[in-house]
């Protein structure tokens, strides 16, 4: 977890999230084994898992990134694991 502001948000560690980049780039090549597909599955059944929960509790805080670069200076542009709920 990490903290913006008042909000503790989900994500990947950094060994995690490399893992999941080194699979997605293996996919795109078409050269992932039956095992690191189902590892691909996995992780990205996590991502969704944390995108859900960190639109939660960003809702429930009212609070909602405008650009994907105010999460983490540190992070890649290649995903982000929030997603942003319409204002109501």
Do not use: H
Not at 14 to 21: S, V
Not at 54 to 60: G, V, Y
Request: proline share 5%; net charge negative.
């Amino acid at each position: 977890m990490n903290q913006l502001g008042d909000v503790y948000i989900f994500k990947f560690t950094d060994d995690l999230q490399a893992r999941f980049e080194e699979l997605l780039n293996q996919n795109k090549k078409d050269l992932l084994t039956p095992q690191e597909r189902a590892e691909l599955d996995g992780i990205s059944e996590l991502s969704r898992i944390f995108t859900l929960i960190n639109a939660q509790l960003a809702a429930q805080a009212k609070w909602c990134p405008l650009q994907l670069e105010s999460l983490s200076d540190d992070e890649p542009d290649v995903s982000a694991n929030i997603a942003t709920l319409p204002n109501i």
